[in-house]
């Protein structure tokens, strides 16, 4: 039942790998090399064959395992460090707006006040008094375009990374559900056979 269980988590990531890792012309497959797509089709064809079973030997089995399971873990990490760097540009960018929102605040009040401004205290003409405050809302502005640039490139990894792994789910329930229908109609075959023999 371990093995089955295995064999099923093995075959639902071995869609993820396909796209991943290619290999070439001149590698003979095995189970050190390739992407699991092509180690699984390895396993399968240099096993044994008894009746209709394969019979795969339990190194091979555990080997395979094993490089799914560090394929899986890559592919956590990779979303993990997705999902981390959206988090941290959500975060910059809401302290850009902040720090827009404080300059425009700053920039009606010095509006109000016409006749007296007045930057850090000291008295100052207009227009170099503009100059430096265009001069930050500029720079401030720049920065946001940055990492606004920095969000959606970041946005479209992670959106990718979901796509990926909706379509990697999608794919593993329509497996279950083959797998499913497999095994109720190996049932049914065998309950046939089982009522054959009582009949005769």
Not at 85 to 101: G, W, Y
Not at 128 to 146: A, C, E, H, Q
Not at 151 to 160: C, G, H, Q, V, W
Not at 176 to 189: A, G, I, N, T
Request: glycine content about 4%; overall charge neutral.
């Amino acid at each position: 039942m371990k093995i089955r269980a295995t064999l099923l988590l093995m075959a639902s990531v071995l869609f993820i790998n396909t796209g991943i890792a290619q290999e070439t012309e001149e590698e003979k497959p095995s189970l050190d090399n390739g992407n699991l797509k092509s180690q699984y089709d390895y396993l399968i064809e240099e096993s044994n064959d008894f009746q209709e079973y394969k019979v795969i030997k339990k190194v091979w089995v555990a080997k395979f395992e094993k490089n799914l399971n560090d394929s899986l873990e890559a592919f956590a990490q990779s979303k993990k460090e997705a999902q981390d760097l959206a988090k941290s540009q959500v975060q910059e960018i809401n302290q850009l707006k902040a720090q827009l929102a404080h300059t425009k605040d700053s920039l009606n009040t010095v509006n109000e006040e016409k006749n007296s401004i007045a930057l850090l205290g000291m008295p100052m003409e207009k227009s170099g008094y503009r100059t430096v405050m265009w001069s930050v809302i500029g720079v401030l502005v720049l920065l946001l375009l940055v990492f606004i640039f920095r969000f959606k490139s970041s946005n479209s990894a992670s959106s990718l990374a979901k796509s990926n792994l909706n379509d990697v789910e999608e794919e593993f329930a329509e497996y279950k559900k083959r797998s499913l229908e497999r095994e109720q109609k190996l049932r049914r075959e065998l309950q046939d056979e089982i009522n054959k023999q009582r009949g005769v």
